[in-house]
């Protein structure tokens, strides 16, 4: 089962690199839409497939986060993975509350609001990974460059909160995914610890 949403993960990821790359190299250098609208570079009618479409991409992360949580080894690790779910899943409420707002200016109530909860959902999801990443390079449950995987994605995830408020977002989308393309790649050889534990104590006991 852990595999399997690791592979989930590992798509979600993918498709997440994908359109940051198409974004940044496709649409934002062919798009006539002003920058001070909130649904920039897409047009408010592109918007809302588009917000459904990366709703989905969060949805397949999310589940990959959890293949995360069920590799870790440590209370603590398990915690900081769980706080990254929490955070994928607040980025996917985030875009589709993008939707009603779809054609609103930057300064508009509405993306004051929504806003704040994309900067939410990533500073969540980068505390989550910090933490996970430290707790697994304290144990020795993680292997060769695995160990440095959560970490590294966390680190990415902490700098985005600055690159998102420039207009290179897209390019730092597309590096967030090469992060959690790395990490799910990293989680995918992990069998749950979350159901070993029982039965190794259950050997233990008798």
């Known amino acids: 089962m852990n595999r399997k949403l690791a592979v989930i993960g590992l798509v979600g990821a993918v498709l ?114 910090l933490v996970a990443g430290l707790a697994v390079l304290r144990s020795d449950d993680w292997t060769g460059w695995r160990r440095y995987a959560p970490l590294a994605a966390g680190i990415w995830s902490f700098l985005l909160i600055g690159v998102s408020m420039t207009s290179a977002i897209a390019l730092g989308v597309a590096i967030y995914g090469v992060t959690l393309c790395v990490l799910f790649a990293a989680v995918y050889p992990h069998q749950s610890t979350v159901s070993s534990e029982p039965q190794l104590r259950a050997r233990i006991d008798h």
């Open 16 to 129: 997440t690199t994908l359109s940051g790359i198409a974004v940044e190299v496709l649409v934002k250098p062919a798009s006539d839409v002003s920058d001070t609208m909130w649904s920039y570079p897409w047009s408010s009618d592109a918007i809302v497939p588009v917000s459904i479409l990366y709703a989905g991409f969060h949805l397949l992360v999310l589940l990959g986060m959890l293949a995360v949580v069920r590799a870790m080894g440590s209370r603590g690790g398990r915690i900081g993975a769980m706080l990254a779910v929490v955070g994928t899943f607040v980025l996917l409420v985030a875009e589709l509350a993008s939707i009603p707002i779809a054609g609103q200016r930057l300064d508009d109530t509405g993306p004051q609001i929504v806003g704040p909860v994309f900067g939410l959902g990533v500073a969540l999801t980068a505390v989550g990974l």
